[in-house]
């Protein structure tokens, strides 16, 4: 079954530190990777997208692929409080070319 | 550029009557997306659409679930009859297409009473 996994937390951070947010997908052929963040009670909200190994950067947001380990992962960089949300991992998993949904990682951003 | 618009916000009805959402994509977007989201849970897909050709509803309770995309601009997703265990957030999203990022609605909270 084709699946994407991420850890549902809660991973609390202090303020100002980097908070990494991790995610594994199960089909070798997926092409495209979204990061989400999700305030409780509202609709998910687009981050990062990422296509291609490596590092992409956003502000303070950092996605990092690696299509090998089929681990794709979300750094916060100076981490606030107003960051403290549900991040969503998503993919369009090879062959279902369907936009597929992690359970996704409740991140607390202690002051 | 307006973004996904969805209705209504909230809906409550009584279990066994029917009830229908809404939705008007990002103009030029010929994927769109119905998800359900549980409390939580991440979205799971009930059917997407390219354009007015739903190409993925295996996982959409055909038994008591329709959509339609008319003119492969807006979409309609029906429940008759709602039962207690569909009270969830019906999502909403399109995208130019399926490997491109997808931009969600609102949502409409149903409760199923």
């Known amino acids: 079954q084709k699946e994407v996994e991420q850890n549902s937390g809660p991973l609390s951070v202090p303020e100002g530190a980097i908070a990494s947010l991790n995610c594994t997908y199960s089909?070798?052929?997926?092409?495209?990777f979204f990061w989400y963040r999700q305030y409780s009670g509202k609709s998910p909200e687009l981050i990062m997208s990422?296509?291609?190994?490596g590092d992409k950067e956003d502000g303070r947001f950092t996605a990092q692929l690696n299509k090998a380990s089929q681990y794709v992962s979300l750094l916060i960089r100076d981490s606030q409080p107003s960051d403290s949300a549900t991040y969503l991992c998503a993919s369009d998993l090879s062959g279902y070319s369907t936009l597929t949904f992690g359970k996704g990682t409740m991140l607390l951003v202690s002051p | 550029e307006a973004g996904v618009v969805q209705s209504p916000r909230y809906k409550i009805i009584e279990k066994k009557q029917p009830v229908a959402f809404w939705c008007n994509p990002i103009?030029?977007?010929?994927?769109l997306y119905w998800y359900l989201q549980n409390l939580g849970q991440g979205p799971e897909l009930l059917i997407r659409y390219e354009n007015e050709e739903a190409v993925d509803d295996s996982q959409l309770p055909k038994d008591r679930f329709s959509a339609e995309r008319l003119k492969g601009v807006d979409s309609t997703l029906k429940i008759q009859p709602a039962e207690l265990g569909d009270s969830a957030v019906y999502l909403c999203?399109?995208?130019?297409?399926?490997?491109?990022?997808?931009?969600f609605g609102q949502g409409t909270r149903l409760t199923v009473v």
């Open positions: 089909d070798r052929g997926s092409q495209s």
């Open positions: 999203a399109s995208s130019l297409d399926s490997t491109t990022e997808a931009f």
């Open positions: 990422i296509y291609s190994n």
């Open positions: 103009s030029g977007h010929n994927t």
